[in-house]
């Protein structure tokens, strides 16, 4: 059953995430111990961020003094909000704002609470303050009414049944390795990105009991799921494919554009292929390897650079260079220039050869 009003505990939850972030951008690190310590601008800046993400056109009036965090959580639940903003993942271009009515958020996470009444905890490695995390480690715990604890890969707590792991494809493909045993009962969630088959498999060939992957988007929300190793994403609830398999409209009649393009399987199961704007998921953030590629072709000596989404969930690199002879310093150069993008835009393997890869048609093709 869907609620329009954030419960204080929520609210609780996703301030704590907002003010710690905007304190680590300040360069502090302890919210309770500091947050009494802010300066004005400080106090002003933490304010802006609540007020973005809990949408407040016209906020109250700020509390002062402000000596913890459960004073701002109390300023919040004190203005009802009735939407979140989450910003999309961007890695390339200004993150954009969409805008959620906490309805239609707390209807997706009653959805899930419904398929894992076996739940007792769950352990999050992924940030509450983005839509992934939201819906599965704040508002999901809420309607489970289980408790939530951090996790982090090479660092987890002692799991036991019951427990569900939030992660991202890129952490479970750390922790099919870290993890030679699962113990009996566990759950995983894997979403912001392509699920590795293979890395699926072996988790739950080591005794994991679940894994379930949830295809979204931050416009969207969660647009299907699918419980390994079934094949294809069922459609939430809210959901219908448009007859062009190319939008699904809400339950509110508002149409959408998928942001993949995908194979049907019937009237409400799909599989993505590709998406439109040819743009890949690292880490949970969107990166345009064209963008990379003309970033990369900059550096001298350099004919040409193709990128792609690699096996391991990292961006890889091809270049032609003008002369094979000097492979070693363009590589050296291209490294370089590849550290002034951000973390998941930066190739991680780099390949040459005379000529770009292509198929028997000519046309562009993959490398190993």
């Known amino acids: ?39 004005s601008l400080e106090r002003f800046g933490v304010m802006a961020a609540l007020c973005e993400t809990f949408d407040l056109d016209d906020p109250a009036p700020l509390p002062h003094p402000v000596n913890g965090v459960e004073d701002w959580t109390g300023w919040v639940a004190a203005q009802t909000p009735r939407r979140i903003v989450v910003k999309t993942s961007g890695s390339t271009g200004r993150p954009r704002d969409c805008r959620h009515d906490v309805a239609d958020l707390t209807s997706e996470a009653a959805f899930f609470a419904g398929r894992f ?20 480690t704040v508002l999901l715990p809420e309607e489970l009414d289980v408790s939530v604890i951090a996790g982090e890969v090479g660092a987890m707590p002692p799991l ?58 931050s416009e969207t929300g969660g647009i299907g799921v699918r419980e390994v190793p079934d094949e ?10 448009g007859s062009n398999g190319e939008t699904i409209t809400s339950h509110k009649e508002i149409a959408m554009a998928l ?17 439109r704007d040819d743009a890949v998921k690292v880490g949970g953030h969107i990166v345009h390897p064209a963008r990379v590629a003309a970033r990369l072709r900059e550096v001298a000596g350099v004919v040409d650079v193709a990128v792609r989404l690699g096996a391991n969930g990292r961006l890889k690199a091809f270049a032609v260079p003008h002369d094979m002879a000097q492979v070693d310093e363009i590589e050296v150069a291209l490294r370089s220039a ?26 562009a093709a993959d490398w190993a």
């Not at 009003?5 to 690190?29: C, F, K, N, Q, Y």
């Not at 951000?342 to 991680?348: I, L, S």
Request: hydrophobic letters at 45%.
């Open 1 to 39: 059953m869907s609620r329009a009003i954030l419960s204080r505990r929520v609210i609780d939850r996703l301030v704590h995430a907002l003010i710690d972030v905007e304190l680590r951008r300040l360069g502090r690190t302890h919210v309770d111990r500091d947050v009494h310590e802010l300066d």
């Open 160 to 217: 036991e049944a019951g427990d569900m792991i939030v992660a991202v494809p890129e952490q479970w493909n750390a922790l099919s390795r870290l993890c030679r045993a699962w113990p009996p009962g566990v759950i995983g969630i894997s979403s912001a990105g392509v699920l590795d088959p293979e890395v699926a498999r072996t988790a739950m060939a080591r005794g994991l009991s679940r894994m379930i992957e949830v295809y979204g988007a």
């Open 259 to 275: 942001p993949d393009r995908v194979r049907r399987i019937g009237a409400t199961r799909i599989v993505p292929v590709r998406r």
């Open 117 to 136: 009444a076996e739940c007792r905890r769950v352990v999050a490695l992924v940030p509450a303050h983005h839509l992934y995390g939201l819906i599965w």
């Open 338 to 363: 590849a550290r002034d993008l951000v973390p998941a835009e930066r190739p991680t393997a780099f390949d040459f050869g005379p000529a770009l890869p292509t198929n028997a048609m000519g046309k």
């Open 232 to 241: 294809g994403f069922e459609l939430l609830p809210r959901w219908r494919l």
